[in-house]
């Protein structure tokens, strides 16, 4: 197997879920291939949702995880098979979104199934990615009254942060 490429997937994959987590598009769209597809598949929307091309998956990402929505995710536990510039992957992921502006968290698991490709430039990209929830939980805030959020309002925007 070709270890440099497998770590070299790891770090993608780690860096596709960084990227998400604090909404930094423009890194976002170099980890994915011009012609990538995603399949997410939420209880939270019913049926998948389905995207092709890497703009289209950037606008959905950048729509509906603004600025009220704050996300982890975490994955591990990778099985990656590479076959010379094409690889496959598939990963247990957690995460974790607080949607303040609807006062609710929703904690869930999944298995990511994920397509990579070598690019010309000799890096790898995402070509697909998605996942079926193994589970969903919601829960409503109003139903903790002692919850109390603090978070880092700058995850979203670290170059301005780290000129201010």
Known sequence: MDLVALEEIKRLKYRYLR????????????????DATAAYGTAAYGEPLVFTGRDAILDFLRDK????????????????????????????????????????VIAGAAFYEDRYRRGEDGRWRISHTGYQR?????????????F???????????AAAAEG
Not at 22 to 32: R, Y
Not at 89 to 104: K, L, M, N, P, Y
């Open 19 to 34: 990227c998400v987590d604090t909404k930094n598009w423009v890194e976002l769209a170099d980890v994915l291939a011009t």
């Open 65 to 104: 995880l603004g600025p009220d929505m704050i996300t982890v995710h975490s994955a591990g536990q990778p099985e990656i098979d590479i076959a010379g510039d094409e690889a496959s992957g598939r990963w247990r992921f957690e995460d974790t979104v607080i949607a303040t502006a609807h006062r609710v």
């Open 134 to 146: 193994t589970y969903e939980a919601m829960l409503s805030l109003e139903d903790l009254p002692s």
């Open 148 to 158: 109390r959020l603090t978070a880092n309002r700058w995850a979203s925007a670290p």
